[in-house]
């Protein structure tokens, strides 16, 4: 994968709060309910700890958001064996139209797998739309429902999980 062409010290992360709202008003990412969420739901979901958002500003701009909650994760174990277990879930992630396809949205997955790990997380998961469910294959998560990936989806979610579990590495840590 390429490197950032920005520069990853120039973004700051800002939890939403009452005196950034402002900055939300011209934020347009080309998904519209997405926007809508940003600017009429995002604070108030935040308040009542529903989901948290998390404003991403680039030199001072605002270029994206990202929504984490608490959620219940289906995992399928194995072809028989679905288990359900409290994970994270993203909720939401959007990139501002003029910023899009300079690796922002990659750097936030990257900054969303740091949380995981922080507050000991091993599932992250998300519901991508159709069009961009490869994006999410190609940064780590997996579809699990095969139907949901067929064409004829396309209006559709394609529900998704990331594994922090590294057996290559608990297994080299028994072997030395
Ligand atoms: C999906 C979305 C969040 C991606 O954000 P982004 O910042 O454009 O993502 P990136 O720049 O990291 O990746 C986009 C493309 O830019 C390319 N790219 C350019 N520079 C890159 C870099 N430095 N690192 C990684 N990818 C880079 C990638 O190859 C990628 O191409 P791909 O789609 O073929 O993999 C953004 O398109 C968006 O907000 N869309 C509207 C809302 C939406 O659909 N959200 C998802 C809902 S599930």
Request: aromatic share 12%.
């Amino acid at each position: 994968m390429r490197e950032a062409i920005f520069n990853p010290s120039d973004v700051i992360l800002k939890g939403i709060i009452e005196s950034n709202l402002n900055h939300i008003k011209a934020f347009t990412c080309g998904n519209g309910s997405m926007d809508n969420f940003l600017q009429c739901e995002a604070y108030i979901a935040c308040l009542e700890r529903e989901a948290s958002t998390t404003l991403v500003y680039y030199k001072e701009e605002l270029v994206a958001y990202f929504t984490l909650q608490r959620a219940e994760l289906k995992i399928q174990l194995d072809e028989n064996v679905q288990q359900s277990r409290d994970g994270l879930s993203l909720a939401r992630l959007a990139v501002d139209e003029n910023f899009q396809g300079h690796g922002i949205g990659t750097y936030i997955i990257e900054r969303i797998k740091e949380i995981a790990y922080m507050v000991n997380e091993r599932f992250i998961q998300t519901d991508a739309v159709y069009e961009k469910w490869e994006w999410y294959q190609a940064r780590g998560f997996e579809y699990v429902i095969e139907d949901e990936i067929n064409p004829t989806n396309t209006d559709g979610l394609v529900y998704m999980l990331m594994d922090l579990y590294n057996e290559a590495l608990i297994d080299k840590f028994f072997d030395e």
